[in-house]
């Protein structure tokens, strides 16, 4: 079947690192993304791996393993704006994602 | 006004209803998204239209009905809804081909309640 998962909820400290993982099992793989939502609002893009590796993009990186269908977003220099949730969706089709649930991410002083 | 507009914000109906709710993008998109989302469950993809031609209904039950009148316009037309169709509708819009294909800009979404 097919399935995304991702950890409900993590906390973190303000300036400190956090990894938010993602593993997947899909029938079909055209790119993974990742997006990030405040509560309230508009889920918005931050990141897109088709290639395994590391894309790097100010504070924020996102790594690919399609082998191991893995993913994680990894997020330096935590600022206390950085909390919310972190969606992790995998492109099947021309328009098909598959998302996961989403991490909500605490960041405490 | 930029980006993805979506109206109403919030809207509370009763069963019987009908309602409508309307998503404009300013993005010069070519492909528009409506996706349901629950409380800690994942986005649902309900329907996709590209270049004003539905290309993606998964299952989503008759009570929901779109409508793409244009590239920039979508519509979600509500009748006889149940209380667990309550949840945030967001729009979505997104470029088929290019730099940045597929990269999915939302709106802020309506957040719906049937009664």
């Known amino acids: 079947g097919q399935n995304i998962d991702q950890p409900t909820e993590m906390t973190a400290t303000e300036g400190a690192i956090v990894q938010i993982n993602c593993t997947y099992q899909t029938s079909g793989f055209n790119g993974l993304f990742w997006y990030q939502q405040h509560a309230g609002e508009a889920p918005t893009f931050l990141s897109y791996n088709v290639l395994d590796g590391l894309e790097e993009k100010g504070r924020f990186s996102s790594f690919l393993s399609r082998s191991k269908g893995y993913s994680y977003l990894l997020l330096k220099e935590l600022q206390m704006k950085d909390s919310a949730s972190y969606l992790c969706?995998?492109?099947?089709?021309?328009?098909?994602?598959?998302w996961g649930a989403g991490t909500k991410l605490i960041i405490k002083p | 006004e930029t980006g993805v507009t979506q109206t109403p914000r919030h809207l509370v109906m009763g069963m019987t209803n009908k309602k409508s709710l309307k998503c404009e993008q300013h993005l010069g998109h070519n492909a528009m998204y409506w996706y349901k989302q629950s409380a800690k469950k994942p986005l649902e993809l309900m329907f996709v239209y590209s270049l004003e031609e539905r290309v993606e209904n998964n299952s989503v039950p008759s009570r929901f009905s779109p409508e793409c009148p244009n590239s920039s316009h979508l519509f979600l037309h509500l009748h006889t809804l149940q209380p667990e169709d309550s949840a945030l509708y967001l729009c979505?819009?997104?470029?088929?081909?290019?730099?940045?294909?597929?990269?999915?800009?939302f709106g802020a979404g309506s957040r719906l309640t049937v009664l």
């Open positions: 969706a995998v492109r099947e089709g021309n328009y098909q994602l598959i």
């Open positions: 979505a819009s997104s470029q088929d081909e290019g730099a940045g294909a597929n990269v999915l800009t």
